[in-house]
């Protein structure tokens, strides 16, 4: 049989060459797949390094491709008279179905390989992922294979090759019809899915993607299965005598029938069967990833994830939410019963959208829809909440969507890494509800609370009732722990000098004092163990049992992974108002933006540290362009270091200002300075420039017919350096996830080798080699003086770092210096008041205070060299360029704050899939080259496929004439 099948084959690709027409066929359709690729589709507009391009397109071309090669398969059978004697020939018909079959894919299969070198161009301009390109291949042969089974079984039907083309066109077009979004925009969520279960250009679409699901071949295969049936039982039919019919006849009508309900039943069989796929992608970016997997195994109480889509919605929206939906599904089979999955049209029950407006607060937004006949106004729903037990998360459709502006009336919207926004809702969601349960359930290992406690009477009477107190809430604990929490104290003076020594040199413990002049010293330090790991337990400033339990509960909190982790911003106060001219009073730095960020996965609170302390449940300090900062605010960023936590910088030299129109920078004292040399880290007084930049809306001045007119313009603007390839670090997880980042207005940043020569530093954010720097406060490009950066290079070029941390152990800057926060026991009479008030003023409480002299290995400095990457303002400045909100900025921040909190879950969810997909920036300036080079590449592809075909003919003669030799044919 396979050497009849292929006899057959081979005879129909000969008679395919015979004709001229076979040349013209594949050099149209390469001809056309090089002009969609490049103009149509506009690949190098796209900067996108995949071959999305190619294929988007591959199930319309198919149709007229394969239409065209089928035309004559049957058609000229018949025109010609010889389907009769084929008929007669005792061969089966099966055989010749088969081996037209297998001849019309060879062609195919060849018009394919003619288009390889698109892929391979790719290839050399960016960083191409091949496999889903592999994935693409074949389906494009699966969906070809459909195609060519109804181009046969139609042409099996007429005599005339116009007829064939034209009704295969039609047959193929229906098909590719039924999923496309036009059809699909006039039905409702579930029907449009059903339409799209169907359509052949939907079910391709999925498979460019990377995905290769099992449903989607079967559904070709059964597409096929179901034609060729069709095919072989109408050249049976032909065999059978007309004038009486014969048992037979009914049983070859039954097994067709058969075979065709068998071929359709098994695809809806299979669409229950959602787990076998496989993610070619680099990365899996579509399939569920370990660390949400994780999230979902700490599930003890049913989960819920419920989406609110409408059915009449945005057209932009309506092809994402079968997307989301089924992202959603695999969430529920992921979590082996534990999540429960729901999908609601408000709109069509009013019960439901009154509780979603009530709990939730999910109103409808209002979408303008239009067609070609009239514009409308659609309220639609697109929201997901995740409900566990009492706590619960909502996420819009800006949480769950990008935009994208591609031109003035052309705007690409896809989903924003939907996997990273719900599993780190599910995140919160889970660590709240447990946040208000048991504090040990998550504790995987045992800790040991030590207390340094003087003597009593050496102890002030407060701290000594304090003590008492303290140890009443530990004896609770170690009741409630089963066993995980026990406690000791010691008394360092008792210990002597070898305790003494211990906790100074492992935890920069030195003796405290209640006031500045009180000759009496003493110990009172606090300390959580667990292994090698120790969390200091700060001294709370309402010395009572409730404030101490707050104040131990967030230390052990910090072992466990599973409750939210507290962050404290610190931002610049804002300016004091002008009673006389409000409306002229500037806003000042605002980072709204950055606390609903950091927002999504932690809790955030705002802090002056005016007291000098920080608050004892804050996991990570954050200060935003701190200003002026006093003495306490800076011990109580040194002495939360000092206790072995992280302090994020974002902070510079210099500061911008946009007002009234005009662009200037300034001075900006953050009175950080000091402190950072001691650590070794100084940030230069000057700012970077660099060639490779960012747009920036800027108001440029020209003379218009001697009228001096200002307008805003789009332009390179070298203070904005753009961070991308090499100048993100990716190793350490803190860019996961963000392929370019822009940091605006900064200054350079060095660790002194020497000073951290035992800590370990890493640089994470470096300009490109042909940066400068300057120490002008002048901003403004002139392109009339300075050529086209509008900006004067300077002769030094090199690469800055603009952002870096450093982890290790620090010694305090307050070491050997009398605590700010001491202050002396009588204080002077006020001038402003009489003396017999003063008298009558109560005697102030002491402070107890003492300086934390060393930190442990876990302290960790991370200092982004920028004042403004970060505020309000600036995002929305660079967002401008965009059409969209820049959020990578934000995203780099939260990203800093989730490595030190060390939630690498999210980082690796949202690092998943973004890789860098961009061309070469010398890509786009020789797209001429590379758009002749594969026009090139075809012409030379036709030659090869014309110089085979004619050296296999040559190799058939040759063979004919040896056989008429030896006598035999």
């Known amino acids: 049989m396979q050497h009849k099948v292929i006899l057959i084959a081979k005879k129909e690709i000969a008679r395919f060459f015979a004709s001229p027409a076979a040349f013209i066929f594949f050099g149209a359709f390469l001809a056309v797949t090089l002009f969609i690729f490049f103009w149509v589709e506009t690949f190098f507009a796209r900067n996108i390094s995949d071959a999305r391009p190619l294929f988007d397109w591959m199930p319309v071309l198919l149709i007229f491709l394969v239409a065209a090669l089928t035309m004559r398969s049957w058609s000229e059978e018949k025109r010609s008279g010889t389907l009769e004697f084929l008929l007669t020939e005792p061969v089966s018909p099966l055989y010749y179905v088969l081996g037209k079959f297998l001849a019309c894919m060879a062609l195919v299969g060849i018009a394919l390989l003619l288009t390889l070198p698109l892929p391979f161009t790719i290839s050399l301009l960016g960083n191409l992922d091949w496999w889903p390109v592999f ?25 005339n090759q116009i007829v064939s083309l034209i009704t295969t066109v039609l047959v193929c077009s229906l098909f590719y019809l039924l999923g496309s979004d036009t059809l699909t925009q006039l039905f409702g969520n579930r029907a449009g899915e059903l339409f799209k279960l169907l359509g052949s250009g939907s079910r391709f679409t999925s498979i460019t993607r990377g995905v290769i699901d099992v449903r989607d071949l079967y559904y070709y295969l059964s597409i096929i299965g179901i034609f ?33 309900a068998n071929f359709a039943a098994a695809n809806v069989w299979l669409q229950k069967v959602g787990w076998a796929r496989a993610d070619l992608t680099e990365g899996r970016i579509y399939s569920i990833s370990d660390a949400t997997r994780l999230y979902l195994e700490q599930l003890q109480e049913p989960l819920l994830i419920r989406g609110y889509f409408s059915a009449k919605t945005h057209p932009l929206l309506a092809p994402l939410v079968p997307q989301l939906r089924d992202l959603i599904l695999e969430y529920q089979v992921a979590s082996r019963g534990k999540v429960r999955a729901e999908f609601i049209d408000p709109l069509e029950h009013p019960d439901l959208e009154e509780e979603a407006g009530q709990k939730y607060g999910i109103k409808p937004v209002p979408f303008q829809v239009a067609d070609k006949y009239q514009a409308s106004l659609v309220n639609s729903y697109f929201d997901v909440v995740i409900q566990y037990g009492d706590q619960y998360q909502v996420l819009g459709f800006r ?4 935009v994208k502006a591609m031109s003035e009336s052309q705007m690409d919207v896809e989903l924003r890494n939907p996997e990273y926004e719900i599993t780190r809702s599910i995140k919160k969601v889970l660590y709240e509800y447990q946040g208000s349960g048991d504090l040990f359930a998550e504790l995987k290992n045992k800790i040991q ?50 305790l003494t020594k211990e906790i100074s040199e492992q935890y920069g413990f030195r003796p405290m004092r209640a006031g500045l002049f009180d000759p009496n010293t003493f110990y009172f330090y606090m300390v959580l163990k667990s292994g090698d790991q120790s969390i200091q337990v700060p001294l709370t400033e309402d010395l009572n049992k409730e404030s101490f339990r707050r104040s131990l509960e967030a230390a052990l909190k910090r072992y466990s992974s599973g409750f939210l982790k507290t962050v404290a911003l610190l931002t610049p106060a804002p300016p004091e ?93 953050s009175g950080l300075g000091a402190w950072l040399e001691h650590f070794g880290i100084r940030i230069g007084d000057s700012m970077i420039l660099d060639p490779q930049n960012a747009k920036l809306p800027i108001p440029i001045t020209r003379n218009v017919g001697g009228f001096r007119v200002q307008e805003i313009r789009m332009v390179e603007y070298p203070y904005f350096v753009d961070v991308r390839g090499e100048g993100l ?11 370019q980042v822009t940091i605006d207005w900064a200054s350079p940043v060095e660790a002194d080798a020497q000073k951290n020569k035992e800590r370990r530093v890493v640089e994470f954010l470096k300009s490109t080699q042909e940066a400068w720097t300057s120490d002008s406060t002048q901003v403004l490009p002139d392109f009339r003086l300075n050529g086209p950066l509008g900006f004067v290079p300077a002769e030094e ?15 305090s800057f307050f070491k050997g210096k009398a605590s700010p926060l001491l202050s002396a026991d009588k204080q002077a009479a006020s001038p402003d008041k009489p003396a017999d008030q003063e008298e009558d003023k109560k005697e102030p409480a002491p402070v107890i205070a003492g300086t934390i002299e060393k930190s442990p290995e876990s302290a960790r400095i991370i200092v982004f060299a920028s004042n403004e990457f970060l505020s309000d303002q600036t995002i929305r400045l660079a967002s401008s360029a965009g059409g969209t909100l820049y959020t990578n900025s934000l995203d780099l921040a939260g990203n800093a ?10 980082l690796s969810i949202r690092g998943r899939g973004h890789f860098s997909r961009t061309l070469h920036p010398a890509a786009g300036q020789s797209q001429s080259f590379w758009e002749y080079l594969n026009y090139g590449f075809a012409m030379i592809g036709l030659l090869l496929v014309y110089f085979a075909y004619r050296y296999s003919c040559t190799r058939a003669e040759l063979h004919y004439h040896e056989v008429l030799e030896n006598g035999g044919l």
């Open 135 to 159: 994935g693409a291949y074949l389906a494009t042969l699966f969906l070809a294979g459909a195609y060519t089974a109804i181009g046969l079984t139609v042409s099996a039907r007429s005599d």
């Open 577 to 669: 108002a002008n009673p006389y001219m409000p409306q002229m009073q500037p806003p000042g730095k605002e980072f709204q933006l950055l606390q609903e960020k950091l927002g999504e996965n932690h809790k955030v609170t705002t802090v002056n540290l005016d007291k000098g302390l920080v608050p004892e449940d804050i996991d990570l300090l954050l200060l935003a362009a701190p200003k002026a900062l006093n003495e306490k605010q800076l011990f109580a960023v040194d002495q939360f270091l000092m206790k072995g936590g992280t302090v994020i910088l974002s902070t510079s030299p210099f500061e911008s200002n946009l007002e009234n129109g005009s662009l200037n920078a300034g001075k900006y004292d």
């Open 399 to 402: 949480d769950l969507i990008e």
């Open 729 to 739: 670090n990716e190793g350490e997880g803190l860019s996961s996830g963000i392929e």
């Open 449 to 498: 609370f030590i207390g340094y406690f003087s003597p009593d009477k050496r102890l002030p009477q407060m701290l000594i009732e304090f003590r008492t107190q303290a140890a009443s809430v530990l004896d609770e604990l170690k009741t409630k722990s089963s066993g995980k929490f026990n406690y000791e104290f010691l008394d360092p003076d008792a210990g002597g000098a070898e």
């Open 897 to 906: 704050v989730d490595w030190s909190l060390e939630d690498r879950g999210l």
């Open 797 to 811: 070029r090199k690469s800055y770092t603009m952002g870096l941390s450093v982890e290790g152990r620090f010694d």
């Open 228 to 260: 060729l049936s069709l095919n072989l039982y109408f050249l049976e039919s032909g065999r059978w005598a007309t004038e009486s019919p014969h048992t037979a006849h009914g049983r070859w009508r039954l097994l067709i029938l058969l075979l065709i």
